[in-house]
């Protein structure tokens, strides 16, 4: 559906009225917005949202905006994926495309499109810290934060832990490496040292990247790994010993439940309300573009065809986008950052204990950790009492070095007894054995060789 200015005029409007407007014409500006879903149940949220922005306009008489849905249900592959984004959404006319589901990386389809056209794009589910380079995803914005955030909340953690040496494990990926570059920033500031481990994603054995970890002193291990690979490395970690009392073990929120007994980690409150954030998403828009059409910045229609062209003011809504808030949206409040990130977000710390998930405590951006006494939390090997972070050696190494010995020469007593000095009775009680000798040497501004104590 194309976008159009249409005349409204309301029922029963009296003649004085309209004199006193001075036959001013009342405009509404129809604004589709486009919604790619994977059940019908986000397609149904999406409808009413659009309505409830809609009522909540009717009473306005100036720059009236009507919201129209779009809707298609997301394809299994990113070729029809695109293909779908222009035939079925962009000649539509659409002035923003909400991406619902996160499967197999098919956002990447919607947003390398629709971005290519200047067309926002928001994502309700999509944590990848790919989508934060607007190098790539230009018109991409989200209402969750990237994976990436999660550093934050380990080092609040570790610090609040007073566990100050951590080893990280991470994947040799794009994500991998930002959740990494996060974690050393973080802990750089609180005064941390970060040991990372990185593997190849795809392992088949995890020997030999947990050896030199077990080897460690340090007993605190990040992992954030994808699902695959992390059930393979905490598998075998509980087999050589790394889940017993004395270790610590935090991972990234998609493994949680995968994880053995002790282990902690952070959930995103709402991230899985997604039609929580379809309403957030709808009324976001709905604010942009009341505010582009306040400043004039739209200064053309959308695209109805995937040609050469670009949709010159979707750079404007984009902007308007990511600087309009939300102080009281379905997911809290919301505000996002110049990557199209969200900013303020909250989390459950959670601890995997016998009966599954528990919530030990919560964190918020400005206030951090606060931890709940009224659930006690368990550790690795199943104990109660927080582990110290590091493994103190129980034995002593002793080595020695080849060298010239070295002697202690004393005067020898006018007894002409070495025996009766006093520091051979502190060395006797020692060594048990007489320590002293008498023995010729050369004092010490002549060349005659006297006798001493050694």
Known sequence: ?????????????????????????VWSLEVPIGLIYADTNQATVFQNAIQEANSKDSSSIDNTVFLVNVTH??????????????????SAGVYAIIVAPDVNNLPIAVSYTAGFYQIPVIGIATRNAIFSDKTIHPTFVRTVPPYAKQAVLWTDLMAKSKWWHAVSITP?????????????????????VITNYMFNSGLTDASQLLIPIRDKVVRVV?????RVDAELILK???????????????????ILDISPIGTFGARLVFGE????????SVALIDKAVRKCIAAGSIVDQP??????????????LFKAITSSELPKGRTGFLSLNDAGDRVVSEYDLLNVQSNGLTTIGTWSDGRGWVLNDRHGRVYPGGVREKPDGINVKSHLRVTSVEESPFVIVKDMPPSGNCGTLDIVHELSNKFHTPAMYPCKRRGYNSTDMNTYCC
């Open 172 to 192: 040799n990926t794009y994500d991998g490496k930002v959740v990494l570059a996060e974690l050393e920033s973080k802990a750089n500031e609180k005064n941390m």
């Open 222 to 226: 990040i992992l954030y790994a994808n």
């Open 273 to 280: 309300q997604t039609w929580y954030h379809i309403d957030d």
């Open 73 to 90: 249900k997301m394809a299994d592959n990113p070729i029809t994926v695109a293909l779908d984004v222009c035939s079925k959404l962009i």
């Open 303 to 316: 695209l109805t065809k995937c040609n050469s062209s670009i949709w010159a003011s979707g750079k404007e």
């Open 1 to 25: 559906m194309v976008a159009r200015y249409i005349l409204v005029l309301p029922r029963f409007i009296s003649l004085v009225y309209i004199i006193s407007l001075h036959l001013d014409s």
């Open 236 to 254: 075998q970690a509980e087999s050589m010993g790394m889940y017993q009392e004395g270790w610590m073990w935090i991972v990234t929120e998609q």
